[in-house]
């Protein structure tokens, strides 16, 4: 054995050692990240929009969505990017803020926020949008007619507050040293 394979061998062993530690870790954000790559390849949204296609409507979430009865798509269109750069920085975005989270306060904690957080962030903003249109304020009209896709709400307030708390308790491994 020569010096290179020596060399190499240790390096590839901690890449290894660093994914499965990271997949361990992270398998909420992983799993999203996952879907999503998949879904964009598949539908062609890495590459062009999305709100162009003819199933469009039935994926995307708004107050459309919600009048008809499409009651899942809230769930269903936060796997997908309206643009190519959409998808760029809603993984972007998603590894950092929910990754962070995930390795600090836990999984299940962690997609809990994720989850109810796109639930109430969705449902609110359309809502409040149906609610004000016909109001004759121009953007509330505007707004009550559009559809989304993205994982593009703030998770809640609860982050900053949450992890306060488990920092105070130390019970979830983030207490500072």
């Keep these: 054995m020569d010096d290179s394979t020596a060399a190499a061998e240790p390096a590839t062993s901690r890449g290894v050692a660093l994914a499965r530690t990271v997949f361990r870790r992270l398998p ?30 039935d994926l995307a979430y708004g107050w459309p969505a919600l009048i008809e009865g499409e009651v899942w798509t809230p769930l269903s269109g936060w796997f997908f990017g309206l643009t190519p750069f959409q998808y760029i920085c809603m993984a972007i975005v998603f590894a950092a803020a929910v990754g962070w989270a995930e390795w600090r306060l836990g999984t299940v904690r962690t997609a809990v926020v994720c989850v109810s957080g ?35 709400r703030r998770p809640s307030r609860r982050w900053p507050r949450s992890r306060r708390r488990c920092v105070r308790r130390g019970d979830c491994g983030c207490a500072p040293r």
């Design 28 to 57: 909420f954000t992983v799993g999203f990240l996952v879907v999503v790559a998949i879904l964009g390849l598949v539908t062609g949204g890495l590459w062009r929009r999305l709100d162009g296609r003819s199933w469009f409507p």
């Design 118 to 152: 796109q639930l109430i962030g969705v449902l609110g903003a359309s809502v409040t949008a149906g609610l004000l249109a016909h109001t004759h304020l121009g953007w509330a009209d505007r707004l009550s007619e559009v559809r989304d896709v993205g994982f593009t």
